[in-house]
Nanobody
């Protein structure tokens, strides 16, 4: 089992930045992929970014490319999401996800472990 705890959300003006953190505990040695998803009110949960625990592969949703950066610190069992040039449409609850599967997934059913989410609100 893996436990994930997100932090770093908050309220920011458009154009600002936030850094989200996701701390993993439990069977972290078996984690192969970690990802960030987000869910806005009334919308489906959508993929944001993913990274292999080795750091060998990184994927981004088109909507965040060039603005968001995913990174991991293996020593701290933590994944980060640096979000720059934030827009009001980035407002959502952001979730961290992890899985033992070898293939990086961009769908929610590709991840077995989820955090509780952290709210990001971008004002215009």
């Amino acid at each position: 089992q893996v436990q994930l705890v997100e932090s770093g959300g908050g309220l920011v003006q458009a154009g600002g930045s936030l850094r989200l953190s996701c701390a993993a505990s439990g069977r972290t040695a078996s984690i192969y992929t970690m990802a960030w998803f987000r869910q806005a009110p009334g919308k489906e949960r959508e993929f944001v970014a993913a990274i292999r625990w080795s750091g060998s592969s990184i994927y981004y949703a088109d909507s965040v490319k060039g603005r968001f950066t995913i990174a991991r610190d293996n020593a701290k069992n933590t994944v980060y999401l640096q979000m720059n040039s934030l827009k009001p449409e980035d407002t959502a609850v952001y979730f961290c996800a992890a899985d033992y599967a070898l293939k990086i997934a961009t769908a929610t059913n590709g991840y077995d472990y989820w955090g509780q989410g952290t709210q990001v609100t971008v004002s215009s």
